[in-house]
């Protein structure tokens, strides 16, 4: 809670005028306590859940009905109905309402004993994306030794098979997991910013944007357009969606984020000699049809 009674008395404090943001901010979140402003992450996690997903959907059933987008697909031959996609959100749902929820509610401690800060001064930009930086790295790192856990026989045949039950990946799937892996998978998340404690906005911006980058890794399809394409080693879609397709079996591609780990403990050689095969096949049939169409005009 904002210690300051009036935005005289906070700018006083500051020694300066207090920006428009930081204004709207004091006018909001001055007579609400910390723990209700942590607890917004319930709503934005639901709308993230919720509504994020929801163009992959209408991508789906355009290309399932007319083959529109048929060739950003990664996996063509597989085709989801409007209740498949609806069936997997509200299995999502339950486990936000039974889990994600609750956890919510009661890991306000955690957010006490690192310190994140809700008063003012407002973060500046030059802080939040340095911090976020960090988030994601610390969070990638750890998130890909559990998730090799979570591939050993143990950890899958208990845990993680229940992720796997879609092979081919679609955007609500992207948190559909058991509730033993969703509450382990907390961890790598929460630990960037008990290393190096934020405000809460960038909290609440840490929150939905790996949520965000994990449904468009497990959106199924591959757009070139997509801006994640220009961040260094990021993995992205079509280097997820071969985990899944290869599922139990698969020891490759465990990297929630970036690649730099797959690549370090190589664990992406099998997708790497898949791409590479494919590549391989892709020019010999570009080949093939060139040396046919010089024979025809012949």
Known sequence: MIPYVTIEEASTALGRNLTRLETLWFDYSATKSDYYLYCHNILFLFLVFSLVPLPLVFIELARSTSGLFNRYKIQPKVNYSFSDMFQCYKDVMKMFILVVGPLQLVSYPS?????????????????????????????????????????????????????????????????????????????????????????????????????????????????????????????????????????????????????????IYGTDKGYRFQKKLLEQIKESSKKSNKHNGAIKSD
């Open 111 to 263: 957010i006490q004993m690192i310190e994140i800060r809700s008063g003012l001064p407002l973060p500046t930009i030059s802080e939040i994306i340095p911090q976020l930086i960090v988030y994601f790295l610390i969070e990638d790192y750890t998130n890909y030794w559990f998730h090799r856990f979570f591939h050993s026989k143990w950890g899958y045949d208990k845990i993680h098979r229940v992720h796997h039950e879609y092979t081919s990946p679609i955007g609500y799937a992207a948190p559909y997991a058991h509730w033993a892996e969703v509450l382990l998978l907390g961890i790598p998340t929460f630990l960037g910013p008990a290393i190096a404690p934020c405000h809460m906005i960038i909290f609440w911006l840490w929150i939905a944007l790996r949520q965000i980058e994990a449904i468009e890794t497990h959106s199924g399809y591959d757009f070139p357009w997509s801006p994640t394409k220009y961040i260094p080693f990021y993995g992205g879609a079509e280097y997820h969606d071969y985990h899944h397709y290869v599922g139990g079996q698969s020891q490759s591609n465990f990297a929630s984020v970036f690649t730099y780990c797959d690549y």
